[in-house]
């Protein structure tokens, strides 16, 4: 959009969400490993030799005074290492994480036998098929959100589209991207990363199935991955799996503390206030940030009520504030700094009224979130002054992105401008393709393995290994040139 005021401002809208993103993933991770922790330690007998109002605080708020014991240590470790730390200690939790899922994995496997599980899962457990409705378990009101499966998968499905269809989501994640050396470095590190997710999947499936199958006594749905752990393995080997998932915890929670301090400091604070601020103070104010983050997402998860219903609103409402704009500016040249900053500012308001409405499911709140800001970003992009011609040219010549660019490509850009790093649409669309299903036989065969399910877990396998010998001819080998790194 430009360095003029609708440019700026774009910018400035685009960290505020990325800060307030990062603040309500703390608070979702708050409410998580708060639960997490009160199977372990329960404060009950510190409460009794304590004056009774103290002692029923205690009580009262005993998963939140665990988070917050957790998030202290954990944000010492962040501010006082920064981010070379936080990659250190992001491999070796990584590594403590892999060997604790796949130890859980291999004891549900041994644990569990088809009959079990044929006998305490529905029929169609094993299809990829959503089903429309879904009986709803437990307590009155309880998974009411899960209730219209079909019109909730529906949502997600479109969200997740709609994402990708935005580009990168500046959050977080985004940062081992921006951190590598050049595009053929980033191109690694995002085809490494799924599979350091497999042994992950694996040990959701050994969970849930654990969990179905009666092998461990848990009402509460969010507390039932602690309760497995603590019911099936010995001791020793449950200390080391306790540490591996709070390994994960504090290797996600880092990196998000350090993106949302990144924005703070770089594209709000100096832009704004001290322009000509020396790395010294910097460092200084993200010291400053990174607290004030961190207390913010203690404030949101204290308030949350639960694990799912964070989750949502971040996921579902939050999200859809920015989803819209995000998509424009790929694909519609007539959108403007204005317009983008409109309609996040718009999609933000209507996602912080979502929060007095808990009681309507995301497949309600989601769309209408996302028309809000689609009016508003469309009809302020339309009243005011589009973008300079020169920015929107030089943007297409180096990006060269699809949708509706009609009058940029015919006024500045020839066929033979266009870099010639950029990859033919039909051969990206087409890797798209089978690296999503190549993915997704990656994920699921380890998940079918776990349940005694041996075909289909063959067939997935056979799937991803097949999608990878594709991609190593149409992808790999087409990867950009190396660059000199001295340069």
């Known amino acids: 959009f430009g360095d003029d005021a609708g440019g700026r401002c774009a910018r400035y809208a685009t960290a505020l969400m990325a800060v307030l993103f990062t603040a309500a993933m703390i608070g979702y991770a708050f409410q998580g490993i708060g639960k997490f922790a009160s199977v372990y330690l329960p404060l009950g007998g510190v409460a009794a030799f304590l004056p009774d109002v103290l002692g029923d605080f205690i009580i009262e708020h005993h998963q939140h005074i665990l988070a917050i014991a957790v998030f202290t240590v954990t944000t010492f470790y962040v501010v006082a290492g920064g981010l070379f730390s936080v990659v250190v200690t992001d491999v070796v939790q990584t590594v403590i994480l892999t060997a604790g899922a796949i130890f859980i994995a291999?004891?549900?496997?041994?644990?569990?036998?088809?009959?079990?599980?044929?006998?305490?899962?529905?029929?169609?457990?094993?299809?990829?098929?959503?089903?429309?409705?879904?009986?709803?378990?437990g307590e009155a009101g309880q998974g009411a959100e899960y209730e219209m499966f079909g019109l909730l998968t529906i949502a997600?499905?479109?969200?997740?589209?709609?994402?990708?269809?935005?580009?990168?989501?500046?959050?977080?994640?985004?940062?081992?991207?921006?951190a590598a050396r050049s595009v053929r470095d980033a191109s690694k590190v995002a085809a490494a990363w799924p599979f350091f997710l497999v042994v992950r999947w694996a040990m959701v499936m050994a969970i849930a199935l654990l969990a179905t199958t009666g092998l461990v006594n848990e009402t509460d749905p969010e507390r039932v991955m602690p309760a497995v752990l603590k019911t099936h393995l010995?001791?020793?080997v449950r200390g080391l799996i306790v540490a591996g998932l709070l390994a994960a915890f504090m290797s996600t929670f880092s990196s998000t503390v350090n993106a949302g301090a990144a924005f703070i400091v770089r594209d709000l604070w100096q832009p704004l206030i001290d322009p000509n601020a020396d790395e010294r103070r910097l460092i200084r104010v993200s010291y400053f940030s990174t607290v004030g983050i961190v207390l913010a997402g203690i404030a949101i998860g204290w308030r949350a009520g639960s694990i799912a219903q964070i989750w949502n609103w971040v996921m579902m409402a939050l999200v859809a504030a920015v989803?819209?704009?995000?998509?424009?500016?790929?694909?519609?040249?007539?959108?403007?700094?204005?317009?983008?900053?409109?309609?996040?500012?718009?999609?933000?308001?209507?996602?912080?009224?979502?929060?007095?409405?808990?009681?309507?499911?995301?497949?309600?709140?989601?769309?209408?979130?996302?028309?809000?800001?689609?009016?508003a970003t469309v009809a302020v992009s339309l009243l005011t002054e589009p973008t300079r011609a020169d920015v929107l040219a030089d943007f297409y010549r180096n990006v060269r992105p699809w949708g509706f660019w009609g009058?940029?490509?015919?006024?500045?850009?020839?066929?033979?401008?266009?870099?010639a790093s950029v990859e033919p649409p039909g051969r990206a669309i087409f890797n798209t393709v089978v690296a999503v299903i190549g993915l997704t036989?990656?994920?699921?065969?380890?998940?079918?393995?776990?349940?005694?399910?041996?075909?289909?877990?063959?067939?997935?396998?056979?799937?991803a290994v097949g999608a990878g010998v594709v991609l190593y001819f149409t992808w790999y080998r087409h990867r950009p040139e190396a660059v000199d790194e001295g340069a």
């Open 106 to 137: 291999a004891m549900a496997y041994a644990r569990l036998s088809p009959e079990l599980i044929a006998s305490s899962t529905p029929e169609d457990f094993t299809s990829l098929m959503p089903v429309w409705r879904m009986e709803r378990l």
């Open 156 to 178: 997600w499905i479109a969200k997740g589209l709609l994402m990708n269809a935005g580009g990168p989501s500046q959050q977080y994640d985004f940062q081992r991207f921006l």
């Open 234 to 236: 010995p001791t020793g």
């Open 323 to 375: 989803i819209v704009p995000n998509v424009l500016r790929w694909h519609w040249w007539r959108l403007n700094g204005w317009g983008f900053s409109a309609g996040v500012g718009g999609g933000l308001v209507l996602s912080l009224a979502a929060l007095f409405r808990p009681d309507l499911p995301i497949y309600v709140t989601f769309p209408a979130i996302c028309i809000g800001s689609l009016v």
């Open 407 to 419: 009058p940029v490509r015919q006024a500045n850009v020839s066929g033979a401008e266009v870099t």
């Open 441 to 463: 036989g990656l994920y699921l065969a380890p998940m079918y393995l776990v349940g005694h399910w041996h075909r289909q877990a063959g067939l997935c396998a056979m799937l």
